[in-house]
């Protein structure tokens, strides 16, 4: 017996952000700070409501863009990294450590990220806890069957987080 998947898939070219950060390897070897323009892909799947959709796009693009604008132009800091430290310099400077290295930046440059690496995969895992927190906030979460975003570094290079309800 077949059975029929609906979604919407939201990708556009505004869905974006730029942002520094450096990735720390698995044998603790940290990358040199650099940035890229993100992009951003949200896919939800839900049974259709009584007017056969699965959620008005004009509902969803606002509100992934707010969470976007939180990281746009931002240094990007894992703050669950062990060997990672974070402090106040001064009332306006933080300083960030990892081993040798070590930078001072403006408190309102810099975002401490729930995560142990800020790598295309855990930013996409934090995006779609956020937007989910916003989508369960608009439609019934009993039709949400699964939420995948995709965050892409560079073109044909992205990381996905899907949570499937």
């Known amino acids: 017996m077949s059975q029929k998947r609906f979604s919407i898939q939201v990708h556009k070219d505004y869905l974006k952000f730029s942002a520094a950060h450096f990735l720390i390897f698995e044998n603790g070897t940290p990358e040199r700070l650099h940035g890229h323009n993100y992009k951003v892909f949200v896919e939800i799947e839900s049974g259709l409501d009584e007017v056969g959709l699965v959620i008005d796009f004009k509902l969803i693009k606002p509100l992934v863009v707010k969470i976007l ?31 040798e290295k070590r930078y001072v930046i403006p408190k309102d440059d810099l975002l401490v990220l729930p995560m142990n690496n800020c790598s295309a995969e855990n930013l996409a895992s934090w995006i779609a806890g956020r937007v ?21 570094e ?9 949570i499937r309800y």
């Open 69 to 99: 604008d939180d990281l746009d132009e931002r240094f990007l800091v894992p703050g669950q990294h062990p060997e990672l430290s974070i402090s106040e310099v001064d009332a306006t400077g933080m300083e960030i450590r990892y081993r």
């Open 132 to 152: 989910e927190g916003e989508v369960f906030a608009i439609i019934d979460r009993g039709r949400i069957r699964g939420l995948s975003v995709g965050v892409e």
């Open 154 to 162: 560079t073109p044909g290079q992205r990381g996905t987080c899907t």
